[in-house]
């Protein structure tokens, strides 16, 4: 049997016999309008066509229509040509079990997303105008693994002034998020026979099933005020670390931990994964400086646009150390996976126009005012609830009061329409912090936020009216037994005062709530 296409106005592919070639054909054209293939109303080439395309007899062509006309198959109309016939019903097919599609949340306080609403359309577009209308013809061939060398010396240009990275172009590798750069070094890892990696306690489940994948055990490292504790690595060939704003606890990792750290990596040939997710959103401080500087041979350096930018353009970049750059290379050129060479040309055009650094400057500011309302908002209606990790990123932690559950607050907020996350989501083992949610403000719209922040607010007055109720009785019966008011004098005062500087070791003369007035002129000119 030879398998023949017709292709004069409508492809159709046709499997015709060697013998009996007018049979054949009125079959594969049956064939062809009752699995759907020819649909009702389709229109048939003219026998001439047809048959000069399959190179039979026109009288073989023309049999075979007047057969399925006669038949019902077909519609014919002197000078109008031939058709499937309109109003023979389509086959159905069986039916398929599809998961249902579970709706959007009306409201988003998860953290992880940016406001995709504020990504720069018009500044992208023209910074695409204007790399494509002077980009040599080369860049559109297959790519360089590492990236386009354009974007990879922009990058380490600006990685250089931002974030104090210690790297020149030719180390930078441009993949396709934190994610994406992981596996690449796990990959790596696996490769030199490491068998474990650190991880802080607290963090991304997905980070550690993409370790895991790769066949490192995980050692979780606990994670207290003053970031992650070094104090037995262990086995580890490497430690996964966010250094300048832990996530989700929002703590930076102490001075004197970066050392202790830095010294196990150079004293033990291990490999420091810095991921700096969202390090150039800080507010009441200067930015704490890249990790990698301290040890560029130990420390490979991760950044992505999917904080500053958009997730969807799945643009990141690794600063590789040498000893590392040509085993990273290998297993990425290996994969095949590269980033589109359009948009690197895009964003490298807008790093060195100045773009950029103007969307992350009016974005931070954004930011800021969001995470300001959020304080204010628990200040005003849950008092009980203390928010820490607000110096810098896209989240806050706001911790519950003990007996207080995150499934129950989760599941009130749904009822509302909020979505929220729980602390307990994102822990490795035994939980080592009280409950807590981990709230992000920068993913809902500009219009949706008001109301998302009116309806936590509720979940936790709501929460605090029963906390509020039983220290009333609690109080009622101290005094009905004689006891004194507990107040200044007492040394087991405890006010729950939301605005005491308790000496948070995070935010250090900051405390737990955000200086509220006005913005550092550093800040403002950065």
């Not at 396709?176 to 690449?184: D, I, N, T, V």
């Not at 966010?242 to 196990?264: C, D, K, S």
């Not at 993913?443 to 929460?463: Q, S």
């Amino acid at each position: 049997m030879k398998k023949t296409w017709a292709n004069s106005g409508l492809d159709l592919h046709l499997d015709l016999p060697s013998s009996r070639v007018r049979a054949g054909l009125e079959t594969a054209l049956r064939d062809a309008v009752r699995d759907g293939r020819l649909y009702p109303g389709s229109r048939l080439p003219p026998s001439r066509v047809l048959a000069a395309d399959l190179g039979i007899a026109r009288n073989s062509v023309a049999d075979a229509y007047g057969q399925l006309v006669a038949e019902g198959w077909l519609t014919a109309r002197t000078g109008s040509g031939t058709w499937v016939t309109p109003h023979r019903p389509r086959p159905q097919p069986a039916p398929v079990a599809v998961p249902e599609e579970v709706a959007p949340p009306r409201y988003d306080l998860r953290p992880g997303v940016p406001d995709l609403g504020t990504f720069p359309r018009r500044a992208w577009l023209a910074a695409a105008r204007a790399s494509l209308s002077s980009a040599p013809d080369q860049v559109l061939g297959y790519p360089d693994p590492r990236g386009l060398p354009r974007l990879r010396t922009a990058l380490a240009g600006y990685l250089a002034r931002v974030r104090g990275v210690s790297v020149t172009g030719d180390r930078i590798i441009v993949c396709s998020g934190f994610a994406h750069g992981l596996a690449l070094v796990c990959q790596v890892l696996r490769a030199r026979s490491a068998t474990a990696i650190g991880i802080e306690h607290y963090g991304h489940q997905a980070y550690r099933r993409i370790a895991e994948a790769h066949g490192l055990r995980l050692l979780a490292l606990p994670v207290d005020g003053h970031g992650a504790m070094p104090d037995d690595l262990g086995p580890a060939a490497a430690v996964v670390l966010t250094p300048a704003h832990q996530f989700p606890l929002g703590v930076t990792l102490a001075p004197q931990r970066r050392r202790a750290i830095v010294e196990w990596a150079t004293a033990s040939a291990g490999l420091v994964i810095e991921d700096d997710y969202d390090g150039e959103f800080r507010y009441d401080r200067q930015p704490v400086g890249a990790m990698q500087a301290l040890a560029p041979d130990h420390v490979v350096y991760a950044g992505t646009a999917s904080k500053s930018l958009a997730p969807g353009l799945r643009l990141g970049w690794l600063a590789v150390p040498a000893p590392l750059l040509d085993e990273v290379i290998a297993v990425k050129e290996a994969a095949g996976a590269h980033a589109n060479s359009l948009d690197q040309l895009t964003f490298a055009e807008l790093l060195t126009s100045g773009g950029y650094d103007r969307q992350i400057r009016h974005a931070r500011l954004a930011y800021r005012r969001r995470r300001d309302r959020l304080v204010a908002m628990v200040r005003r209606q849950a008092p009980q609830v203390e928010v820490t990790g607000i110096a810098a990123g896209l989240q806050a932690l706001l911790s519950l009061p003990s007996g207080q559950s995150e499934d129950e607050i989760i599941a009130q907020a749904a009822a509302r329409g909020l979505a929220v996350e729980g602390l307990a989501s994102y822990h490795t083992g035994d939980p080592r912090h009280g409950p807590a949610l981990v709230i992000g403000y920068g993913r809902p719209a500009d219009h949706a936020f008001t109301t998302a922040l009116a309806r936590l607010g509720a979940v936790l007055a709501g929460r605090a009216a029963p906390a509020a109720a039983a220290a009333g009785r609690q109080r009622g019966r101290r005094e009905s037994e004689g006891c004194p008011e507990r107040g200044k004098g007492d040394p087991e005062r405890d006010d729950g005062d939301p605005e005491r500087d308790d000496g948070d070791p995070e935010l250090g003369a900051e405390g737990v709530v955000p200086f509220l007035g006005r913005r550092p002129k550093a800040d403002i000119d950065s």
